[in-house]
Nanobody, 116 residues
Framework: QVQLVESGGGLVQSGGSLRLSCAAS????????MGWYRQAPGKQRELVAI???????NYVDPVKGRFTISRDNAKNTVYLQMNSLKPEDTAVYYC??????????WGQGTQVTVSS
C-alpha cells in the first residue's frame, strides 16, 4: 500500500557528490521510519542510514561524516546527500519505509557508480 520511487543516482567521479531522493505515496501513517540501503554486486544488502519521523538519524560507520539523510514530511520524501564519494560506495541504493501499521516497503533502487 506504499509506493517508493527513487531518483538521483548516476555516475560520478571519486570525491564527487550526489543527492538521492525517495518519494513515498499511498497509505502513509505516522510515525514511520525511512532509510537507505545499498547492495553491491556479490554482497548482501546493507543499511546505510535511517531517519525517524521525528528526525533522529543513524548511519553506518563507512558513511559517517560523508552522507546525510533528511526528510521532508510535507512532501513525504527522504533524501540522501552523498559527499566525498568513493568507489566502494558503488551500489544500487534502495529506499525503505517502515510504518507503525505496515511495511517494510522497498523502492526499485537507483544505481550509484563512483569511478576512480
Amino acid at each position: 500500500q506504499v509506493q517508493l520511487v527513487e531518483s538521483g543516482g548516476g555516475l560520478v567521479q571519486s570525491g564527487g557528490s550526489l543527492r538521492l531522493s525517495c518519494a513515498a505515496s499511498g497509505r502513509l501513517f505516522s510515525p514511520y521510519t525511512m532509510g537507505w540501503y545499498r547492495q553491491a554486486p556479490g554482497k548482501q544488502r546493507e543499511l546505510v542510514a535511517i531517519i525517524t519521523s521525528g528526525g533522529a538519524t543513524n548511519y553506518v560507520d563507512p558513511v559517517k561524516g560523508r552522507f546525510t539523510i533528511s526528510r521532508d514530511n510535507a512532501k513525504n520524501t527522504v533524501y540522501l546527500q552523498m559527499n566525498s564519494l568513493k568507489p566502494e560506495d558503488t551500489a544500487v541504493y534502495y529506499c525503505n519505509y517502515q510504518g507503525i501499521g505496515g511495511g517494510p516497503w522497498w523502492g526499485q533502487g537507483t544505481q550509484v557508480t563512483v569511478s576512480s
